[in-house]
C-alpha cells in the first residue's frame, strides 16, 4: 500500500484531482458522469504511465484500485464501486451489480 494524498479541484462539473506522495505528484481530469455513473477520471494509459506518473507500470493497476476507493470514500462514503480501463476510472453509486 503506497501513503498518499488526493487533493480536488472543483471547476463547475468537472476538475482535477492531483495525487501526491513522496515519491511523485501528478493530476488526473475528472468530470461528472451520466447515471449510472457518478464520475470519470482521466488517467495515464498503460503506454504513457512511468513518464507521467514516475511510477513503475507493475504497481499501475494497484495504485489505481487504490485512488478510486479513496475518491469513493472521499465523495461517495461507503456505498460505492469502481471500474478501471486504460484510460479511466469510473466511479459508480450504489453497490456493484456483478
Given at each position: 500500500?503506497?501513503?498518499?494524498?488526493?487533493?480536488?479541484?472543483e471547476?463547475?462539473?468537472?476538475?482535477?484531482?492531483?495525487f501526491?506522495?513522496?515519491?511523485t505528484?501528478?493530476d488526473?481530469?475528472?468530470e461528472?458522469?451520466?447515471?449510472p455513473a457518478l464520475?470519470?477520471i482521466g488517467i495515464?494509459?498503460?503506454q504513457?504511465?512511468?513518464a507521467?506518473?514516475?511510477?513503475?507500470l507493475?504497481?499501475?493497476a494497484?495504485l489505481?484500485?487504490?485512488i478510486?476507493?479513496?475518491?469513493i470514500k472521499?465523495k461517495?462514503?461507503?456505498?460505492?464501486?469502481?471500474h478501471?480501463?486504460d484510460h479511466?476510472?469510473?466511479?459508480f453509486?450504489?453497490?456493484?451489480?456483478?
Open positions: 500500500m503506497i501513503a498518499f494524498i488526493l487533493q480536488y479541484t471547476n463547475g462539473r468537472s476538475g482535477t484531482i492531483t501526491s506522495s513522496p515519491e505528484t501528478f488526473m481530469w475528472y461528472f458522469a451520466a447515471s464520475v470519470i495515464p494509459t498503460p504513457h504511465w512511468e507521467q506518473t514516475k511510477t513503475p507493475p504497481t499501475r494497484a489505481l484500485d487504490q478510486a476507493k479513496q475518491v472521499d461517495v462514503g461507503s456505498n460505492g464501486y469502481h478501471v480501463d479511466t476510472i469510473t466511479i453509486t450504489g453497490k456493484n451489480p456483478r
